[in-house]
């Protein structure tokens, strides 16, 4: 009985930072987050195949989704330009999200109208706006989710914020097919992608029930600069600040080719699942509604598992899962049109990088400095996203060249350098260099704190 009480307390503490006020604003600011570019990559890639779209095309259509790649550039700005008006209103993050958001609800409406069959013009430019209001409130979102957050908070938060991301991609996933295909409510792809842009609503309202981040602080801190010392520390501090770190430009290849076998896999995986002939229905169900759940899974077993293994076995773990996890498709794309490899492979999928996306993200959390968090995880996070856009481009010309079975296998082999130079990270004693807790080191098992504090370093 004693044993069976220390078990129910140990289950409620481990669960109880989930629940907290800001990891749940964290998770509502995932669903904004979370769907535009779900409606840029594999709702735009059904959508393109269900109306006759080569997939060599669509392979590089993905290649739309380019200013996420690059918001490092303009990130800068959002750090530390003030907006008339709003600023005053509302304090430097949330002002920044309320105008974007505004303009990304028409971005998306504009984008669902555009009726590429007649022509991929009107759709690339309303993608590239999408893509572009998309990037800037991933910008604005990822530095206020990491400054409203505390130090035991961090883990749990970053997990949160996941369920959140992987809901609105759910929604703007499994909703916007729902609602446009004739198969479900017929309202057509305009109407359907209309209304998922109202998924800007929950990070309104997490933006305001959180208040202002820590982020505030730091600018009212800082004494008045004239205007050209003030473009140097807004255009140059964030980087020269992170490049003067230890093992920098190898931290950045490790973060552009970490996952990008996964990647090259996710650009094809719907054009497969519609060339092997599941129908709508089919993909909505075992595609979206068991890969969703997957993801719930793999992101709620993130916290523990990072806690277990530490940053640096877990980084590791979770690349070789997801590798693997790609040997599923092959097998589905070996044995055709079945819905029961189609489950397993999907399920099998979700759930690993459902663990890898939160472990990385939190990884990528850590390293932000919190005088330029815009900036430094944009700077991060576009790297992470080159590997997703244009290293994966050309998956359409190989899955065209090898077939299905030997693409998703090539997969798996475009998934290894990224965790050999993660060893070589590890064996060089830097696979975690810390921000938010300074001069952290990486003991011989890779364990290592992302614990948030208020030493000088920020």
Not at 407 to 425: E, H, I, K
Request: glycine letters at 10%.
């Amino acid at each position: 009985m004693a044993a069976t009480m220390a078990e129910k307390r140990s289950w409620v503490a481990t669960m109880a930072p989930y629940v907290r006020a800001r990891p749940l604003a964290a998770l509502l600011l995932g669903i904004s987050s979370g769907f535009p570019l779900a409606l840029l990559l594999g709702t735009m890639t059904f959508w393109l195949s269900k109306v006759g779209i080569d997939k060599k095309v669509i392979g590089f259509a993905v290649g739309l989704t380019t200013p996420y790649t690059l918001k490092f550039l303009w990130a800068p700005l959002v750090d530390r330009l003030r907006l008339p008006v709003l600023t005053r209103l509302f304090g430097q993050r949330r002002s920044w999200l309320f105008l974007v958001q505004s303009l990304l609800f028409v971005s998306v409406w504009m984008l669902g109208a555009s009726r590429p069959e007649l022509g991929l013009g009107a759709f690339a430019f309303w993608a590239i706006v999408t893509a572009f209001l998309g990037a800037t409130q991933d910008i604005v979102i990822d530095a206020y989710r990491i400054e409203i957050l505390s130090e035991e908070e961090l883990p749990h938060g970053t997990a949160n914020n996941q369920f959140g991301y992987r809901l609105g991609a759910f929604v703007a996933g499994v909703g916007t097919i729902a609602m446009a295909s004739s198969d479900g409510f017929g309202l057509g792809w305009a109407t359907a992608y209309g209304l998922t842009a109202f998924c800007i609503l929950p990070g309104i309202v997490a933006a305001l029930w959180a208040g202002p981040g820590l982020h505030e602080r730091v600018l009212a801190d800082e004494p008045s600069q004239p205007a050209g010392r003030w473009l140097e520390t807004t255009l140059i501090g964030p980087f020269r600040e992170f490049f003067q770190r230890r093992g920098a430009v190898l931290i950045l290849l490790f973060v552009l080719i970490y996952k990008l076998g996964d990647a090259m896999g996710q650009v094809m995986l719907n054009p497969m699942i519609v060339e092997l002939g599941f129908n709508d229905t089919e993909f909505l169900v075992i595609n979206k509604g068991v890969g969703f759940w997957g993801l719930i899974v793999g992101i709620a077993l993130a916290a523990p598992f990072m806690a277990w293994l530490g940053m640096g076995r877990a980084l590791f773990v979770s690349g070789v899962l997801m590798m693997l996890s790609n040997l599923m498709f092959a097998i589905l794309a070996a044995q055709g049109h079945s819905t029961l490899w189609l489950t397993i492979a999907v399920a099998t999928e979700q759930v690993t990088s459902g663990i890898g996306l939160t472990v990385f993200v939190t990884y990528l959390s850590g390293l932000s400095n919190l005088a330029y968090t815009a900036t430094q995880f944009a700077l991060l996070s576009s790297f992470a996203a080159m590997g997703r856009t244009w290293l994966s481009s050309p998956a359409g010309i190989a899955a065209e060249a090898l077939g299905w079975p030997a693409f998703w296998l090539l997969t798996m082999v475009v998934a290894l350098p990224g965790l050999v130079l993660l060893w070589l990270l590890w064996r060089r004693g830097f696979v975690v260099e810390s921000v938010r807790q300074p001069g952290a080191e990486v003991d011989q098992s890779g364990s290592s704190s992302l614990a948030a504090s208020t030493a000088p370093a920020r």
